[in-house]
């Protein structure tokens, strides 16, 4: 299995322990608990698998239907590499454990990310997250994918932020599950062309333009 928290992949057999749940109003839908600790993080991880039950002797087994479901921790990390800041891979994370519980509160998150990015790595900052996007758009160029999909971290990080109604039934617009999921990974997006994507694209000019000078000729242009 991997890891939720350090992402290394270890095999938990012979290290866990088992517990078996029998659902006697159905054996056929009964339950098995393993939890098992990383190796190298210590991260404590605990699985279930939902089945029928055979008995080898008098122990009960479980024989699962399906794949397990990891119950502990809840939501699987994202690792993003060392060049991105640990506040943005803290807050990106934070708002991925929390989308199960609540896409809302993922999505506001999510939201609250994105002005960090545009302050802290594109130096804008204004009153509100529009004008700072405006800016944005003027100041930087980006390409017409980048610009939807901020706009769509800011339109669902509104309405998730400030309970919105809907005209024709006045009922609250809610944020769903696959809604902030998708914001999650704009929001990837975003960090991958702002922040991993100019960092590689320096770490290549420099490898190209040490090459140059050792063959004597003119070095090139950075591109970030």
Same mark, same amino acid.
């Given at each position: @299995?991997?890891?939720? +928290?350090?992402?290394?992949?270890?095999?938990p057999n012979g290290e866990s322990e088992e517990m078996t749940l029998t659902n006697?109003?159905?054996?056929?839908? +009964?339950?098995?608990?393993?939890?098992?600790?990383? %190796?190298?993080? /210590?991260?404590?991880?605990?699985? @279930?698998?939902?089945?029928?039950?055979?008995?080898? /002797?008098?122990?009960?087994?479980?024989?699962?239907?399906?794949?397990?479901?990891?119950?502990? %921790?809840? /939501?699987?990390?994202?690792?993003?590499?060392?060049?991105? !800041?640990?506040?943005?891979?803290?807050?990106?994370?934070?708002?991925? @454990?929390?989308? %199960?519980?609540? %896409?809302?509160?993922?999505?506001?998150?999510?939201?609250?990310?994105?002005?960090?990015?545009?302050?802290?790595?594109?130096? *804008?900052?204004?009153?509100?997250?529009?004008?700072?996007?405006?800016?944005?758009?003027?100041?930087?160029?980006?390409?017409? !994918?980048?610009?939807?999909?901020?706009?769509?971290?800011?339109?669902?990080?509104?309405?998730?932020?400030?309970?919105?109604?809907?005209?024709h039934t006045s009922e609250f617009v809610e944020v769903t599950i696959e809604e902030?999921?998708?914001?999650?990974?704009?929001?990837?997006?975003? *960090?991958?062309?702002?922040?991993?994507k100019p960092h590689e694209h320096k770490f290549l000019c420099e490898q190209i333009?040490?090459?140059?000078?050792? @063959? /004597?000729?003119?070095?090139?242009?950075?591109?970030?």
């Open positions: @299995m991997e890891c939720r +928290s350090c992402g290394i992949r270890y095999n006697r109003c159905n054996i056929d839908s +009964s339950y098995k608990l393993e939890a098992s600790v990383c %190796p190298d993080c /210590g991260q404590l991880a605990i699985v @279930m698998f939902q089945g029928r039950i055979v008995y080898d /002797g008098e122990k009960a087994i479980v024989v699962a239907d399906d794949a397990c479901r990891v119950i502990y %921790p809840q /939501g699987q990390k994202t690792f993003f590499p060392e060049c991105v !800041p640990e506040k943005i891979v803290k807050d990106f994370n934070e708002a991925k @454990m929390v989308l %199960p519980i609540s %896409p809302r509160a993922s999505a506001a998150l999510s939201r609250c990310l994105l002005q960090y990015v545009l302050r802290t790595i594109k130096g *804008i900052q204004e009153k509100t997250l529009e004008k700072e996007i405006d800016q944005y758009i003027q100041k930087c160029s980006p390409p017409v !994918p980048v610009i939807q999909y901020i706009d769509a971290i800011r339109q669902v990080g509104n309405y998730s932020a400030h309970p919105c109604k809907e005209q902030a999921e998708w914001i999650l990974e704009l929001l990837k997006g975003i *960090i991958h062309f702002e922040i991993i333009n040490h090459k140059l000078l050792s @063959m /004597g000729k003119n070095s090139i242009r950075e591109i970030i």
